[in-house]
């Protein structure tokens, strides 16, 4: 019989990598304009396989790369994507509204000769599901407010298309997660914790109660390549 301390082999993915200089929180949309020779083949790619890609955050180098910059590198953990919506307005020119669907954790990387990188990625396991408790309410009510002002901006594709699950801790940290404007490195530090609970209450600790304008959740412009 096997030994049941052998831990079970990882399911591991291999995804086309996008490095961003932003976060991607699951449940965000992101729209891009592409550019780059490498992402304008990936992007096709995923067209015919019916296929997403993952965003990760940056930590050296920059989105559109030169030659004599410094080599790309980025945090160990991102965010599948599926493809929303693209269009073509011009040759060389593809636009893509994607949408952050679950978190992995990079294995291993390689990168192709055309630039793309590729990772061996694990899925994580989805947040559980947790309550907002009483003493942050006030968090659930500001993002409500803050939602229902951005959902009135035009998009070709809704910002969050799914039920707002105000009074879910997963959901609500990574709204506030979304749109605050916090320093990078701060908001990867939340999107990388997988206590839903403990990442709603730093949010908290970084958010006045009530009545508080500097705090307010707002929408970040669009990242693009």
Known sequence: MPDRDTPAPKALTELPLFPLGTVLFPGALLPLQLFELR?????GECERQG???GVITLSQGREVHRPGQAAEQFEAMGTRVQIERI???QPGLVMVWC???EKFRIEATQQRSDGLWLGRVEPLPPEPAVQVPEDLQHLS???HEALTQLS???SV???WAEAWRLQDCSWLSNRWGELLPLP???KYRLFALQEPLMRLELVGDMVAPAGATDQQPGRKPSANS
């Open 51 to 53: 296929s997403g890609f």
């Open 152 to 154: 009135q901006q035009p």
């Open 157 to 159: 594709v809704p910002h």
């Open 141 to 143: 009510a500001q993002m």
């Open 39 to 43: 992402y304008l083949q990936m992007i």
């Open 184 to 186: 990078l490195q701060m």
């Open 87 to 89: 269009e073509r307005p």
């Open 99 to 101: 949408r952050g669907v």
